[in-house]
Structure formats: structure tokens, C-alpha cells
């Protein structure tokens, strides 16, 4: 299969760079290992989801809290390099 795609300036230079650090040799490569990631991603997720619908609701606290928004920013940081 070839897939033709346009990227703005801030990802081709990301993208370009991940090809460039020699973790990646071809773009190929680069491609199917985002994919393999995204699928890891959504079968741990759907673990995850799974696991928590059987589990005992209990109160969110403020500590929970605080968790959730640091592993938010965290993310955040993580996906936006360049802001």
C-alpha cells in the first residue's frame, strides 16, 4: 500500500528528525511501529476500562486529583514538544 501525506512544518520536522535519529531506517518502519504503538495503546486501555468497571467505586480525593492533572500536563508536554 503507499500512503501520500502533507504534515505541517512543526510535525515534517519532527518526523524527519525520528528518521534521522537512526532508531527508525525507513519510513516504513516508522510508520508501523506509530501503528503497532496505537494498537498496544487501545488494547491496554480497553484492559484498563475493563478492570475498573469490575472495581469497587470509591470517592475521588484531592490527591487524585492532583495526580490526574500532572499526568494531564504531563501528556501534554509529551505531545506538544515544540510548546
Known sequence: ???TIELPENLASYFQAQ???EQYPT??????ALIIE?????AQLE??????LDS?????????WDHIRAAVRQ?????NPDA
Open 47 to 52: 484492559t484498563k476500562l475493563l478492570e475498573a
Open 1 to 3: 500500500m503507499q500512503i
Open 19 to 21: 528518521l534521522t535519529s
Open 75 to 79: 501528556n501534554l508536554s509529551q505531545a
Open 27 to 32: 519510513i516504513s518502519d516508522y510508520i508501523q
Open 56 to 64: 469497587p467505586a470509591t470517592p475521588m480525593t484531592e490527591n487524585d
Open 38 to 42: 496505537d494498537l498496544t495503546r487501545k
